[in-house]
Each structure stands twice: as C-alpha cells, then as structure tokens.
C-alpha cells in the first residue's frame, strides 16, 4: 500500500512577511513551520506504517528550497521518502494551481491514499483537499479525527464531526482523506539513531521541467483567485484585572467564582 | 556460559555444560510451584511488566514502551530457608534473580536484562522480630517498611535515625543493599553506620547470620559484602540495626539566604569540622531553592541546619552553626525565619502516592520528567566538581533548551567533604523509548565524567544499578579485582541481578545505549 501525505511550511508568525505590491506571502529566506494539520496528516501515515511497515509512506510538500532541512526532517521521522515540488514558475499560485501542480505530479505516484490536512494556518480556505480530489477524480473525506484502518487497503472507516455528532465514514481507496487539526493522531519525533542521519538519497526536488507546465498555467499568471486587499491585524491584548482583597477567604472565593467562570473548574 | 544459551525466553537446565537441557518459563514456574505455594508465585501480566523495571525508566514504563524482558515471576518466600530453595534452584538452572523489597529503586538495580529471571519479593518477610531498647538495637525481616519500624519506635521514644525521602514506601532488605542514607544522615550516619548484623542467603543456597555485637575485630568486616551489594552477591532477609532516643522536642531549625553556593559549603565544612553534628545540614543552589523554597529564597542560594537530640547538644550545636554562620557573614545574605525551615522539613517525604501520581501523570500529560545524579568528594573539589558538570551541560547538551531545572544541593556531610545532588527536569521532546539516551544519560554521563576527574565517588547513595555500570572499574581503580572476585566467589554462575554493579557489554548495548 502507498500513502502520499501532503504537507505544507508555513511562514513563522514570528517572521512573517508579505508582499503587499503582489499580495502574496514572502516564503524565501524565513523560517517556516509545519502546519498543524498537516502534521496530523502525516503522524496518522506514520501510524499506519509503524502497525504494518511494508506500507510505503512518501511525504510531499509544494514549496521553497529552504524547507529541504524540514523534509528530510519528516523523513527521518519515518517517511520512507520526501518530495518538494518547486519551481520559480510555481510562486504565487492560488489553491486552484496549486491542486492542479500537486495532482499532475501525485497522478505519477498512483497512491492508495492521499492524506492531508484539512486547511492551512496562513490561508483557511480548505480549499485543496477538495480540489485536488476533483483534479484526481477520487472521493474526498475530510474533517477526520480518529479512523480505524483494519479494512485497508480496500477501504478507510474514519469519524467526522458533522452537526455536533461524530459520524462514521466509510471510503473506498483510492482517495484523498483530510485530516483535522483536533484528530487523535501525533506526529512522532525523530528516533534517536535517527537524528542527524543523511537521508539525502530518499529526497528529490520536482521541479516544472519534470511537470511540463506551461508559464500562463502557474504562478499568479494562472491562477483563477487574486486577492483584492490585505491589512495587518494587531492581536488584541489579554484583558487583565486585579483584585486586591483583605480577607483571606474573600480572596479563595473570589478565585473560586474565576475559576468557575473560566470553566476550570465545575459547578457543584 | 549462561549468556550464550539463552535463546528466546528458553535457558539451559542443567550446570553439566555436555548436556545442556533448555529450560522455558513454564519450567520455572513448574519448579517453583514445588517449593512455594500458589499465592506465593505471581504470574500477573500487569505486575510482571512492573517488575521488568524500575524507576530508572519510568516514562518509558508508564508509556508502555518498557523493552526489557519481563521476569517469568514474582514469588514471596516466607523466610531465609525458602529463599535458600528458590537460590538454588535458580543458580542450578541458570535463572536470573532479581531481589526485590520496597520497590524504590532509581537506578535500574531491578531491571531485569535476562530472558530467563524471576524476582524475589521480601513483601512476605514483614515481622519486626524484636525492639530491645537496653541494647539500643531492632531487628526486622527484610520486607519491613522503614516508616512501620520508625512508628514503633517513636511510641517507645526511640527512632531509628533513618530517613530517606523514600521512608514511607522504602523496606529494611533494598535499604541494605543498596546502601541507602537518610536525611539526618549527619547526625546518625548512613545505614552502613546502623547495621549491627543481619541474615543472607547465597545463590548456592547457604545461608549466612553475622552476629550482633557493639564491634568486632575477627577480620575484615564482612557485613559489608552485604550492604551496597545490590543483591549481586546474596539475598538479605534480617536485618539488626542501632536505634536512638528521640527528642523532637529539642530540634532547632536554621536558615539563610547565601550568596553563592561556595559560602554555603563553606559553613557547612566549619559547621562539621568543628564537631558539630546538626542532623539536616544542607546548601542549595539558587535553581534547586526555587523548586522547595520558592517563597522566601529571593533568588539566592539556601543554606540550612536541623540541629536535634538531647537539649544541651541541640543548644550547643545551634551555637555552633550561628558561629560558623558569623565567621562566613561576608556570604551570608540574610537569614530565614526558621518556622519556613521547619515547615520545609515536615514534608519532606514522598509516598507510594506521589509515585503512583507522577506515573500517572506520565501517562496521562505527554512529557515532563526530571532526575537526579548524587555524588560525593572531598571539600575542596565538590564545588568545582559542581560548577564543571553544570557549565558542561550549559555548553555541550545539545538539548539544553529542553531542560526546565539544572541545579544541585548538598545535604550529606563528613568530616572530610560531603555529597552533591544534582537535579535536572525537562520537556521531553523524544520518543519515550529515547528519552534516557536523549536526556538523562548524556547529564548522568556529564556528571559521572566530572566526578571521577576530580577523584570524587559516582555515586554517594542511589547504588550502581545498571546505567552506571560502565563506570564501575573506573570507580573502584584497582580495587575492582577485590569486587570482581567476590562476585566470582559468591555467584560463579552470575544469576544475582544480572547487570547490575558489575558490567555487562550485551546488557549494556541492548538495554542502555540500544545499540542498533
């Protein structure tokens, strides 16, 4: 069995930057950080390869060279092999292209499963699993937070949350599964005598000569979406409040109410 | 021999090297069914997983993740005579024993590295036998907790002087052999001062009383083959210790703020070269004062004194630590109010509670976990051993940003130097079956390097266990040919505790460094 799992950096929220002339985000030369429900994505192909470990676990991500560290970083944490699809030509692409780019290059691998997450931290749109199902032509299941995998390959049972309730979902492989950021799976740390180990030779870089795009097709060029406008949100500060109380048993009570208010702790 | 017969979970039966007859667990177990009664053998699943470890790897234990094998059972002899059967019967057939009794341990002493083993739980052994206050002296089975023994004791007026933070959970059988010390170890020494004699079984079954008498001069002293023996030598079963009057009444509490951790050792050394005994004698760095006395230690290190027994000696003894405190006041930031001092030490100990809590804890909150490193050397050299491992581990631990706590106290002193316990914390970001080799061992490695450079001791009073063992010749120099053929007198075949004290390179590589 082959599981692709998508992956996606994203720029720090301590070192972000964007282009405000061309309304893209600048990736080049700032640390990046793996999107948390990528992660979940990928610790759940871990987890089906450490239960049966002939199952072929190759993580992808579509990006900047500066994330070959972090990629060979998920493939010392188990990934059998990494992919980083990149190409001048490919800055800038909104989802649509980029589904468009991920799927040409996914279509080569012919995977069993395609895993992802559900939406990125920096975007939100959600966007991607769906479109690249439909690019793939395969049926898409997302929101997941827990699966069960004993009928694999043939099929994957998984829960969504759907309307308050969790939903068991059954999907017949080949198919693209979202993950969501509150899904029971962990990405798991790089194994002791696997830190600092050279996995160079288990990682390439897919550029456009191999995919063939033409220029119109990718970049900002291609893409359907633009975005009209963009503004710096300032996080609003904590609000604080300090109470001074003189006796002891004024103070625990006021504590008490806090800490009822906050949910910390239950009403009797 | 033994180490090459083994193959997945089957052992040679018969000491005949020409026939080799493999052994399985279910022998074991049928062999001990004759010696023992059912209630006395133990084949739960949970508690054999329990008993294939020790402390030493918590996490990894409560993560259930534990690769050592699990013992093929538990069984609880009732006396010595039973003991000497399941000895023999193991060393007969090569099975691994590992002695067991309060379940304490740190260091891996109770990890077990054979296929083949069984562990001997002394929970059966549990009678005090006699509390005899003219001669100042009790004798206990080896499964007796040190907290029941103390209890009886303080009804009477007496103690046993003995308190480790380990006193409510900790038995007489792993104090002994682990040469184990108290808290008040200053006044009343380490168990090593306290036993008078005591019972041992050999693995050929043989089972061996020394006397109890005030001294003796009939040759070396062979009680301490026994103490600190790990239970790589014998299995204890009695134990005859001192006792001493109590006079809680008497105890005088003193604290203060210094303002390094050099003028706290340096009070210390006057407080004991000048003959002083306080029980509790105690420096703390400033990052080991905030974890107990982050109320008042103002960011500074913490210096302390419990001075107890009779009035005039508690008097004299107070005096003697403010003199000393006044000879070193250029280092003394200010003093504590010493009810914070006295509060401190009514809680001191931890409980089979706390344990259960912190493994709990593991269980439930992925990822914190801390230890602690004990060592000893003289005066002048325990400070630079101090500041040599903590500067080390600021500059070479690659995961230095991971630690939560780096710091260290003393709190057992001798007339020619004292202890260093160091203590480190940390956010474990790893695997559970790599947090010892990516935290714990390349601190413990650290600290045992710079200890043995400044011809310190690797280890004042947690025992060898297994980990440290790569270090065991170097510790002793020389002097490992004396403990090298007592372990080849007393356990030929090598089935007490395999591993611990005495290193073993196979054990070494697949159950510490997990040689790949």
Not at chain 2, 46 to 58: V, W
Not at chain 2, 417 to 430: A, D, K, L, Q, R
Request: proline fraction near 4%; aromatic fraction near 8%.
């Amino acid at each position: 069995m082959k599981i692709i799992a998508l992956v996606k950096f994203l720029p720090d929220v301590d070192s972000f930057e964007y282009d405000h002339e061309k309304n893209v985000l600048i990736r080049n030369n700032h640390t990046l950080i793996l999107n948390a429900d990528d992660a979940k994505a990928l610790g759940f192909a871990l987890q089906m390869k450490k239960a049966d470990p002939s199952i072929d676990v190759e993580v992808v991500t579509m990006g900047p060279l500066s994330v070959t560290e972090q990629m060979h970083d998920l493939i010392r944490r188990g990934a059998d092999r990494g992919t980083l699809i990149s190409d001048h030509m490919f800055a800038g692409s909104d989802t649509y292209v980029t589904a468009r780019i991920l799927g040409k290059y996914i279509r080569t691998c012919e995977p069993d499963l395609i895993l992802c997450g559900c939406e990125t931290l920096d975007g939100g749109t959600a966007h991607i699993p769906a479109q690249l199902a439909e690019v793939l032509d395969l049926p898409l299941v997302a929101g997941i937070v827990s699966a069960d995998t004993k009928s694999l390959p043939e099929k994957l049972i998984c829960q969504v949350p759907w309307n308050g309730e969790l939903l068991t979902a059954e999907v017949f492989l080949p198919a693209v599964a979202a993950i969501n950021r509150e899904g029971a799976f962990r990405l798991p740390f790089v194994r002791y005598f696997n830190i600092g180990k050279d996995v160079s030779d288990r990682f390439r870089v897919v550029s456009n000569e191999e995919l063939g795009f033409l220029k119109e097709e990718t970049g900002l060029a291609g893409s359907k979406t633009k975005v009209a406008r963009t503004r710096a949100v300032e996080p609003e500060a904590p609000s604080q409040e300090r109470l001074v109380v003189d006796d002891l048993q004024e103070g625990v009570e006021a504590v008490y109410r806090f800490l009822l208010e906050k949910g910390v702790l239950a009403d009797e | 021999m033994a180490s090459n017969c083994f193959n997945g979970g089957s052992a040679v039966v018969n000491v005949a090297k020409e026939e080799m007859i493999m052994m399985t667990r279910e022998d074991v177990i049928d062999g001990l069914k004759k010696m023992l009664t059912e209630s006395q053998i133990n084949l739960d699943p949970e508690e054999l997983y329990d008993a294939s470890a020790d402390r030493y790897k918590k996490f990894a234990m409560a993560k259930k993740v534990l690769d050592t094998p699990e013992p093929a059972a538990i069984v609880y002899p009732n006396n010595a005579e039973e003991v000497s059967l399941i000895l023999k019967f193991c060393n007969e057939n090569h099975i691994n024993v590992i002695a067991r009794s309060g379940k304490t341990a740190t260091e891996g002493g109770l990890e077990n590295w054979k296929d083949l083993a069984i562990v001997v739980d002394s929970s059966n052994m549990n009678k005090i036998l006699k509390i005899d206050t003219y001669n100042m002296q009790a004798t206990v089975q080896a499964g007796v907790p040190l907290q029941e023994l103390d209890d009886e004791l303080r009804k009477l007026g007496y103690t046993t002087g003995h308190s480790p933070q380990s006193k409510p959970v900790a038995k007489y059988g792993g104090l002994v052999s682990t040469r184990s010390i108290g808290q008040f170890s200053t006044l009343y020494g380490g168990i090593e001062d306290m036993v008078i004699g005591l019972e041992c079984v050999f693995p050929d079954g043989h089972i061996s009383r020394i006397k109890n008498v005030s001294r003796r001069a009939g040759g070396p002293d062979i009680r301490h083959i026994v103490i600190g023996n790990e239970g790589t030598l014998c299995y204890i079963t009695e134990v005859t210790v001192k006792i001493f009057k109590y006079y809680p009444d008497n105890n005088r509490f003193y604290g203060y703020l210094v303002k390094d951790i050099e003028t706290g050792i340096k009070v210390l050394r006057e407080v004991v070269v000048n003959g002083y005994r306080p029980s509790v004698a105690r420096t703390y760095s400033e990052e080991d004062a905030r974890q107990h006395f982050e109320h008042f230690y103002k960011g500074y290190p913490v210096l302390l004194f419990m001075a107890e027994g009779p009035k005039g000696i508690a008097k004299a003894t107070g005096e003697g630590i403010e003199e000393a405190v006044e000879k070193f006041k250029d280092g003394i930031v200010e003093q504590v109010d010493s009810k914070l001092i006295q509060e401190w030490f009514e809680h001191l100990n931890w409980s089979q509670k706390d344990i259960d809590d912190e493994r709990q804890g593991m269980i439930d909150h992925y990822r914190h976990s801390g230890y602690t490193t004990e060592i000893s050397a003289d005066w002048e050299n325990i400070t630079k051993i101090y500041h040599s491992v903590i500067d080390r581990i600021r500059t070479e631990y690659p995961r230095v940003e991971d630690l939560t706590m780096l710091g260290g106290h003393s709190s057992h002193s001798y007339i020619n130097g004292t202890n260093m316990y160091f203590v480190y914390s940390y956010n474990i970001n790893c695997e559970p079956e790599d947090e010892l080799m990516i935290y714990h061992h390349p601190i413990q490695q650290i600290i045992v390097e710079e200890t043995l450079r400044f011809g310190g001791s690797m280890c004042h009073h947690h025992g060898i266990g297994k980990y440290r063992s790569q270090w065991t010749k170097e510790e002793h120099g020389s002097a490992y040919y004396m403990l090298e053929k007592l372990k080849e007198a007393f356990d030929p075949e090598g089935i007490m505790n395999y591993g611990s004290i005495f290193p073993k390179e196979d054990g070494i590589k697949a159950y510490i460094i997990k040689e790949q």
